[in-house]
């Protein structure tokens, strides 16, 4: 079943020109899809407008990370209006969701239609955030696709960042140019011990600009499975590793956040 009609939004005036941007990876299990919602909080904080798109069909993460998953009602495969499909977040008056589709798979999905929906989104919208499938395959290129830049996750390892310089090479095969690396799970004592690779083989790689850091924190996981993203948790100094990648995004020169370690009786003892 294709996408065959979606009623737009009204069009509102913009002052500046909405960012379409996908979030994408190599490999899965980076925390890409951590890394959209938690951006997406952030920039909403600031009072930017965003929408996250969950183009990782056949999946659908987003909506349960966020805790959103019971309001979800209408999804791609209706032919509604897409007021009612967006599903706007709890917690956050200016970050919505638009949910993926168990039943929609990219081969009927309606490429064209996505453009032309994505364009009157960005007549409602400051941010689009696209949450790609990982890898290279018909997801990622329908998602990219969609996109005027990108910022792609990875982990200091080998595999996710061999993985990730071909997304960067067919990225720019595909005109989006405007690129940014965000390096997630960074733990300083796995880099020091020699357990991982650095920052410096990372841009080696690569060879693009380093948007920022998020440190690893088992208290991502552990929001994740609550609905509860982890930038909401202002107590934790991780939350704070967004708002300086947000600051980054909008041309700023902020410096990394220090990982701010719990004193060991509270890492031992909670």
């Known amino acids: ?56 069909f056949g999946l659908k993460n987003l909506d ?24 706007k977040d709890k917690r956050m008056d200016s970050l919505y969701l638009l949910p993926a589709c168990k039943s929609l798979s990219f081969e009927n999905l309606n490429v064209d239609y996505m453009m032309k929906m994505i364009e009157q989104l960005k007549n409602e919208f400051d941010f689009i955030l696209i949450d790609s499938p990982a890898g290279i395959e018909k997801g990622f290129q329908y998602a990219s696709g969609l996109s005027q830049e990108a910022i792609i996750v990875v982990t200091l390892d080998v595999v996710s ?25 960074y733990n300083d004592e796995d880099i020091h011990k020699g357990r991982s690779l650095t920052l410096k083989d990372a841009y080696d790689i690569l060879s693009i600009p380093l948007l920022g850091l998020v440190y690893d ?54």
């Open 1 to 56: 079943v294709s996408i065959i009609k979606i009623i737009v939004l009204k069009p509102r005036r913009r002052m500046v020109m909405s960012r379409t941007i996908v979030v994408t990876s190599g490999k899965g299990g980076v925390g890409k899809s951590s890394m959209t919602i938690n951006l997406g909080y952030a920039l909403a904080s600031q009072g930017q407008k965003v929408c996250l798109i969950d183009a990782d």
């Open 64 to 87: 349960v990370m966020m805790g959103l998953e019971n309001r979800v009602i209408y999804d791609l495969n209706d032919v509604i209006s897409l007021k009612q499909i967006l599903v």
């Open 161 to 185: 960042l061999r993985d990730a310089d071909r997304v960067v090479g067919l990225l720019l095969k595909q005109g989006v140019t405007n690129l940014h690396m965000l390096v997630n799970k």
């Open 217 to 270: 924190d088992h208290e991502m996981l552990e929001a994740n499975n609550k609905g509860m993203p982890i930038y909401l948790q202002k107590n934790l100094s991780i939350s704070g590793c967004f708002d300086r990648i947000i600051k980054r995004l909008d041309g700023q020169e902020v410096p990394f956040q220090k990982n701010k370690k719990k004193p060991l009786f509270e890492r031992i003892f909670g």
